[in-house]
């Protein structure tokens, strides 16, 4: 079980990495800054 | 003979149809009609008579152009798994589809004649426009009849070794000249709707190639291409229901059990990308015409895209629904109806939110009552974010229901199954927060980041598919195959097969409506105006109504179509005392 949960704990941290790295790389890629501007002025 | 100049030659020809201007009408605006230039037949305005038989030719077309495609494909697969039951399900599929071809043909010249007769201007200035392009048009819809019967009917005379690839052959051509076909049609519809290769007075200044490779026509292509995948599938999955409901041995109803399922998954992996190239048509709409994508989505038809959601949950519930009862197809399925409750918990609460409007059609006692037109609660459900939000959770929760399937008939010999296990119930764990982590920061920013957010939400959902099935498709290696038992399905699943041709066809009605009526009052958008007596938008109750009249009437068609079908494979018994 434990086995288990470590494995769950790190591909949680690695899918998190993925999406983080995605998500940012769209958003740059659409002319939009993300990241501490979460709110942008309009 | 030295062919080498000729082919020069001819490819000099062929590059000079296609890229120089048309000279002869180059500098010739566009006519601006008048009313007297749009006959009456019986009383009757062009516009009910040609949005019937257009309606009702894109739907056999995309019919007839879709069922090649996974013909072609399941064709293949008999090859390779040297299954003969690919091969006869494959064949069944286009006997459908032969059936379907020559009404297909018949709609489209009635379409063409009532186009020349009502609207004779218009088509003056679209022939001037294409020119010679129509008659490559003809010339590929001759080549798509030729190889479509020579498809069809050498199944049986190329049936193995090197004549079978021949035959697969021969049905890839059929293919590209079927896509062709509707690349070129569809270029005539993005034309009207986004003028390319003209001025703005009309006059032709570009290539036909300029004129065709218009900003909509890509879009148009990709979201047409998926949508006529997943209208076949729905439609031969009806042809299986029926042939199951009526099956009278239970060979028959293992096979037509065996069709239906077949059918709902080409059904659903034509659909599941679909939202996203209808986002990317609508997303250029905007780009090409804010007021046009205003028009369309936050105007007057913005309501249909209400019922669009309805339409929309139907298919997913169906669908979703028909995926559960085959999990008792095989004994290791029952293991997962636990999860059943959960999944459509998603679905209907992703619908609930999908349907939810902006704003509401309200009486003045009823906006008093509300303080204002929007509901305090579910107001905020309205706008984009959480219907993205929604529809990327629904997709995710289709998925689930097609993997869980697929795993209900197989056994993971490989030992590292649980990790696996555990690494794709994180990548879903993450998914889901992602897409709703998208969802709510497209809340807090402004429209340009809340329309931008939704592209990562698409990348999560596409990227939760393609990773779950690379780790599936590993961890079932030298798997142990459950046995499925077709044809153990409760009768009422087949009615979800059912559901999906009617929903399909009032959609692709109700849609096509849309992506015309967004022109308002122009025959070619910004550059020709419709000056007929139908120079208006229909009210949405009208427009349902017309709408609602076509599905009924393809229905019957299809109706027709099936029967034909079935007849063709029934064989009269000799009389007493006659030889068979």
Redesign the interface.
Known sequence: MAK?LT??AL??I???G??YA??RA??HG?G?PVGAD???P? | MRRGPLVVLLLALAAAFLLLPDLAFAGEPAPVPSRADYPTVGGMTGRPVVWALAQMHLFLAAFVLAVPMFVLVIELTGVLSEDARYDSMAREFMRISMAAYALTALVGGGLTLALFVFYPVVMDYLLRVFDGQVLVYALLFGLESVFLYLYYYSWDALRFGNRKWFHLSLGLVLNAVGSTLMFVANAWVTFMMAPSGVDSTGAVTGSIWQIMRGPLWNPLNLHRFLANIAYGGAIVGAYAAYRFLSARTAEERAHYDWMGYTSNLIAVIGFLPLPFAGYWLMAEIYAYSQQMGITAMGGILAWLFIIQAVLIGSILLAANYYLWCGLGRTEGGRRYTPFVPFIALVLVGGFLVWVTPHTLILTPEEVRMLGGTRHKVLGPLGIMPAKNTAVNLMLLATFVSFQLFRRAGRIATVRWA??GN??I???Y???VA?IVG?GL?GY???T??KV??S??QV??TL?VIVFSLLIDGAMNRGAVRREVHWGRMAVRSQYALFVLPVAFTWMMGLMGYIRSSVRTNWHVYTIMKDASPDAYIPTIGDAGNAITLVTVGFMAVIIFVFWLTQLGSIKQPAPSGLAE
Request: net charge neutral; hydrophobic share 65%.
């Open positions: 288990r494995v769950f591909a949680l690695l899918w998190a993925y999406f995605i998500d769209i958003m659409q939009l979460l709110m942008p309009a | 649980w990790a555990a690494v119930v994180a990548l764990a993450v998914a992602n998208a920061y807090v920013t402004p340009v980041y931008g957010s592209v990562p990348a999560t990227s």
